[in-house]
């Protein structure tokens, strides 16, 4: 049985918690954009979106795919056949989609590794909040999942401390020492 996080150490878990519910809902926006993405440039569509250029503010240029790619050989191991020629100038929102999610999946990780070692979780809990940046819409509702089981262990075990304090302070305060006698 895993330890219980110690009550010192409860602000630190309050913080962790914010960081990674604020975490969590960028992570998951990022990670249904990036799904957007790849339905608009992997499926028939062949679509790109881009910032400036010559199509304007905001613009889709079209993609040019090989003839070996499917829709399919995006979930078929081991395979390079398909190869996407990209027609667009400027900047290239839907790979800049693709490399700040990566790189704040990184930071999503740290603060679910965060609130579960503060909380002393078992590992398999620690894989299940990282789960939560690669499955669309998880990481939303494990995000109301955690902050709600947190919070309601931490508010058990501060009224748990309070009342076994003031049972103590009742205690010690019947018993006459030996001055009162």
């Given at each position: 049985?895993?330890r ?8 630190a878990i309050?913080?962790?918690?914010k960081?990674?519910?604020i ?5 998951g926006?990022?990670l ?17 979106l881009?910032?400036g ?6 613009w889709?240029a079209?993609?040019i ?6 829709w ?34 990184v ?15 078992p ?6 909040l ?17 902050a ?6 931490l ?27």
């Open positions: 049985m895993p219980a996080p110690k009550l010192a150490s409860f602000p309050r913080g962790a918690l960081f990674y519910q975490c969590s809902i960028i992570t926006t990022m249904l954009l990036l799904l957007a993405e790849m339905i608009l440039k992997y499926t028939p569509i062949h679509l790109e881009f910032l250029g010559s199509g304007g503010f905001l889709f079209p993609v795919a090989g003839p070996d790619c499917q399919w050989s995006l979930f078929a191991p081991m395979t390079n056949e398909c190869e996407m020629i990209s027609t667009g100038d400027g900047f290239n929102l839907s790979l800049g989609i693709l490399v700040a999610h990566g790189w704040f999946y930071v999503y990780l740290f603060s679910c590794f965060r609130v579960w070692s503060l909380m002393r979780w590992f398999g809990r620690f894989i299940l990282a789960l939560g940046g690669i499955v669309p819409f998880l990481s939303f509702f494990m995000e109301a999942r955690v709600r089981e947190v919070r309601a262990y508010q058990s075990r501060e009224d748990a401390e309070l009342h076994s304090r003031a049972a103590h302070s009742s205690l010690t305060h019947a018993i006459p020492t030996e001055n009162q006698r």
